[in-house]
């Protein structure tokens, strides 16, 4: 399995980003099955958790991007998608997806004020 993240970039406070992680060497009932993940992490810092869409289909965001962030799929392409709006200084990091215990490679985010 390896995953391929892109879409990161710099933007001024308030702007939006979307990031995109496409999964390949998976079939689509594994896809489906697994818990699909992007998280952050600062330097220095933990990685965290930003949103996760489990094989059941729940959603589950941190709380720090509620009502900014929205996490979505497409199963056909593998992929899944992180649409970053309202974005705030303190979300720069670098954005990692996941796919079960895989990880993709990351993408730098930079918010500036």
């Known amino acids: 399995v390896?995953?391929?993240a892109s879409g990161g970039g710099s933007v001024q406070?308030?702007?939006s980003l979307r990031l995109s992680c496409r999964v390949s060497g998976t079939i689509l009932s594994v896809f489906w099955s697994?818990?699909?993940?992007?998280?952050?992490?600062?330097?220095?810092?933990v990685r965290e958790l930003v949103a996760e869409i489990t094989g059941d289909g729940a959603i589950n965001y941190a709380e720090s991007v509620k009502g900014r962030f929205?996490?979505?799929?497409?199963n056909t392409k593998r992929s899944t998608y992180?649409?970053?709006t309202s974005?705030?200084?303190?979300?720069?990091?670098?954005?990692?997806?996941?796919?079960?215990?895989?990880?993709?490679?990351?993408?730098?985010?930079?918010?500036?004020?």
Do not use: H, I
Not at 34 to 45: C, D, I, L, N, S
Not at 70 to 74: E, G, Q, V, Y
């Open 34 to 45: 697994k818990t699909k993940a992007w998280y952050r992490q600062v330097p220095g810092q």
């Open 82 to 84: 992180l649409q970053m």
């Open 87 to 113: 974005l705030k200084p303190e979300d720069t990091a670098v954005y990692y997806c996941r796919f079960g215990l895989s990880w993709g490679q990351g993408t730098q985010v930079t918010v500036s004020s």
């Open 13 to 15: 406070a308030g702007g």
């Open 70 to 74: 929205t996490l979505s799929k497409d």
């Open 2 to 4: 390896q995953l391929q």
